[in-house]
C-alpha cells in the first residue's frame, strides 16, 4: 500500500485530490502531509486504515458507515475521537493526543468498541471521555490526565465498560467522574487527583449502579460540593 497523503490547500496531488473535510473511503497508509487545521475533519469509513501523524494535528476523527474496523492513528494530535452507533471498532492510537473538541472520546449508542495504545492526554471542552449508551467498551492505554473542562472528566452511561492506563488527573467543570445508571464498570489506573469543580461539584458520583470500580494510587478525591 503506498502512502496517500493529506495535504491542503494544494489543487494538484499525486494520488488524492483536497482533503477539506476529507473522506477516507478506502484501505491504506495516510501521512498527514500538513497540519489540518480544527475545522478539518477525517470521516473513516473504510477498514485497515492507518493515519500516520509526524507530529501534526487534525480535526476530528470520526469512524462511520460501517462496524468492525481496524484503524491505526500513529504521531498525531487530533480534536476529538467519535464512534456514532457502531460497534466491534479496533482503534489503535500510539503517541496520540486529543485535544479541542466538545468530546475527548465519544462514543454514542456503540457496544464492543476497543481503543488501545499509547494516549498522552484526553481533553474536551465539555466532556473529557463520554460513554452513552455503550456495553462493554474499552479504553487503554490512557497515560496522562483526562479533562472535561466544563462538565464532567468521565462520564458513563452503560454496564462492563472499561478505561484504564496510568492516569495522572481526572477532572470535570462538574464532576469528575460520573457512573449513571450502569453496572460492573471499571477505571483503573488512576494515579493522581480526581477533581469535580463548580457549584454541583463531585468528585466521583455512582448513580444507579453496582459492582463498579474504580481503582489505582488515588492521591485526593475533590468536590466542590460533594
Not at 34 to 55: C, L, M, P, R, T
Not at 132 to 159: H, L
Not at 220 to 225: A, S
Request: charged fraction near 20%; proline fraction near 1%; aromatic fraction near 8%.
Amino acid at each position: 500500500m503506498n502512502p496517500k497523503l493529506l495535504i491542503l490547500g494544494l489543487i494538484l496531488m499525486i494520488g488524492i485530490c483536497g482533503v477539506y473535510g476529507m473522506d477516507i473511503t478506502s484501505s491504506g497508509v495516510y501521512v498527514v502531509g500538513s497540519d489540518i487545521n480544527e475545522n478539518e475533519d477525517v470521516n473513516i469509513k473504510a477498514d485497515n486504515v492507518a493515519i500516520i501523524g509526524d507530529n501534526k494535528q487534525i480535526g476530528i476523527v470520526f469512524i462511520k458507515k460501517s462496524d468492525l474496523k481496524n484503524i491505526t492513528i500513529i504521531d498525531l494530535t487530533i480534536k476529538e475521537l467519535s464512534i456514532n452507533n457502531y460497534d466491534n471498532n479496533r482503534i489503535n492510537l500510539n503517541n496520540v493526543a486529543i485535544s479541542g473538541g466538545t468530546y475527548g472520546i465519544y462514543i454514542y449508542r456503540g457496544s464492543e468498541n476497543k481503543i488501545s495504545g499509547n494516549i498522552s492526554k484526553v481533553y474536551g471542552e465539555q466532556y473529557g471521555i463520554y460513554i452513552y449508551p455503550g456495553n462493554n467498551n474499552t479504553i487503554e492505554g490512557v497515560n496522562g490526565e483526562i479533562t472535561g473542562n466544563t462538565d464532567k472528566g468521565i462520564y458513563i452511561y452503560g454496564s462492563e465498560n472499561k478505561i484504564s492506563g496510568n492516569i495522572s488527573k481526572v477532572y470535570g467543570g462538574q464532576r469528575g467522574i460520573y457512573i449513571d445508571t450502569g453496572n460492573n464498570n471499571t477505571i483503573e489506573g488512576v494515579n493522581g487527583e480526581i477533581t469535580g469543580n463548580g457549584n454541583d461539584g463531585y468528585g466521583i458520583s455512582i448513580h444507579l449502579g453496582s459492582e463498579n470500580k474504580i481503582s489505582g494510587n488515588i492521591s485526593k478525591v475533590y468536590g466542590e460540593q460533594y
